[in-house]
């Protein structure tokens, strides 16, 4: 079955730079989530979109912006990083009227700022 | 906003029961889930629950009761496989129901 897709899988940059992750959710999935997790913490959210319409905005910086496309796919982009944005991220994705099975996440991104 | 409470670490023998509480303090509620995640994974799904009571699923079950706040994960039979986190998160209610999730519980299972 189609999961959800994350690339890049690794990410390295320098500070002040720029990154854009991507996320592709399950196929009929009206529903996608944006997780920041860093070492020994619990994911934290960042953002959602439901039909390509931002839903809700948790503690994402204002240098990070997201959009969802038509097809359905997300894209995380980030700007002026720092060394604290060092961290997993990860994407998930749910049918929103399915509530009882929870999301699927992607396998996430590894971001490390140097 | 959602105030999540788990244990931070656990351990357990193979072939034991293992429970692992946690307590939320919600403005919103629609649900709460339990997920596995081993390190530098993603979280996988385990449980939902939306009402009181217990809902069973192999060797795991997880409880909730709305009026206290409270759920619990339940894993009977233990493997080696089960040592990793478990986080427990609320859905909320707004448009995407987003979920806050708790730290995690470190379950070290032991031969």
């Known amino acids: 079955a189609a999961g959800v897709i994350q690339s890049p899988r690794h990410l390295i940059k320098e500070k002040r730079e720029t990154a854009t992750l991507k996320c592709y959710p399950i196929p009929r999935h009206d529903t996608v989530y944006w997780y920041q997790q860093g070492p020994g913490q619990d994911p934290q959210f960042l953002i959602s979109f439901y039909e390509k319409m931002q839903s809700d905005k948790g503690s994402i910086p204002d240098r990070f912006s997201a959009q969802q496309f038509s097809d359905y796919h997300s894209e995380l982009n980030m700007s002026s990083l720092e060394l604290g944005d060092s961290a997993l991220y990860f994407c998930?994705?749910?049918?929103?009227?399915?509530?009882?099975?929870?999301?699927?996440f992607g396998s996430g991104t590894r971001l490390t700022v140097v | 906003g959602q105030n999540i409470d788990q244990p931070t670490e656990m351990t357990a023998t193979e072939g034991a029961i293992v429970q692992i509480n946690c307590t939320y303090q919600?403005?919103?509620?629609?649900?709460l889930f339990w997920y596995q995640q081993h390190a530098g994974e993603a979280p996988t799904f385990l449980s939902y629950n939306v009402l009181d009571g217990l809902e069973e699923k192999g060797r795991f079950s997880s409880f909730l009761s709305r009026s206290k706040g409270y759920s619990y994960l339940l894993l009977k039979e233990l493997q080696m496989k089960d040592s990793a986190s478990y986080l427990c998160?609320?859905?909320?209610?707004?448009?995407?129901?987003?979920?806050?999730f708790g730290d995690g519980t470190t379950l070290t299972v032991k031969p």
């Open positions: 919600t403005s919103g509620f629609n649900g």
């Open positions: 998160a609320v859905r909320d209610n707004t448009n995407a129901g987003k979920s806050t």
């Open positions: 998930a994705s749910s049918l929103i009227t399915g509530g009882a099975y929870g999301y699927t």
